[in-house]
């Protein structure tokens, strides 16, 4: 009988091959790359709960809020992209809501270039997804390869364009004026969830006394 072999390390082109596959997921599939900080992992946890339906995340600039919230909404589209811990919670919570979304903002935060945009750029998985501009000079309607659909709105609307359709998410990246919360309450009627992202410098009053407390 001969003695069993000692598994050999990887050869140059072996090695090579994981490197380029590596770097390939890195490019196209940076969802699998994110990390969180204490207070985004929090955040996580929050949207996680089977029980929460709206979500203040309140807090300074530059502690990630914007980055965090694209993620979790690319994590909440393609749930196989997520960590585990992540991954069968939300699959069980979006099981019943309309696979549809809104993202709403300042013009500045939705024009290309802004953070949102960059952030799904930088984040959201190539080629599983289809961008369109439609009248507006930004992106603002997007088609996901797994049936969900998405759409951007500025604060600087009308309040009644933010009525019709239903949504299994909104997003409120900074402070909203309260008359255009009001509008977006029926559009989760199916089921979803609403959240804040937000420095509570203006319009934010009305959310701390209405919603926090």
Request: hydrophobic content about 40%; overall charge positive; aromatic content about 12%.
């Amino acid at each position: 009988m001969r003695k069993s072999q000692k598994p050999r390390g990887l050869s140059q082109e072996a090695l090579a091959l994981v490197l380029a596959e590596l770097e390939r997921r890195r490019l196209n599939e940076p969802l699998q790359f994110v990390e969180l900080n204490p207070a985004t992992k929090r955040y996580a946890d929050a949207w996680l709960d089977p029980l929460c339906r709206t979500i203040v995340f309140a807090g300074p600039n530059a502690i990630g809020k914007t980055h965090a919230t694209v993620a979790f909404v690319g994590w909440t589209i393609w749930p196989e992209t997520a960590p585990e811990w992540f991954r069968g919670p939300i699959r069980a919570k979006f099981d019943t809501f309309p696979k549809s979304f809104r993202l709403i903002s300042t013009v500045n935060e939705l024009e290309n270039g802004g953070s949102v945009q960059k952030a799904i750029t930088k984040l959201w998985p190539k080629g599983r997804y289809q961008s369109f501009k439609g009248r507006r000079a930004f992106t603002c309607d997007w088609k996901t390869d797994n049936g969900w659909s998405g759409d951007a709105m500025t604060y600087e609307q009308a309040p009644d364009e933010f009525e019709g359709g239903d949504r299994g998410l909104i997003v409120f990246n900074e402070p909203p004026p309260e008359e255009i919360y009001k509008r977006c309450i029926a559009r989760t009627r199916m089921g979803g969830m609403m959240v804040f992202p937000m420095t509570p410098l203006t319009n934010a009053a009305w959310i701390k006394d209405k919603l926090v407390d």
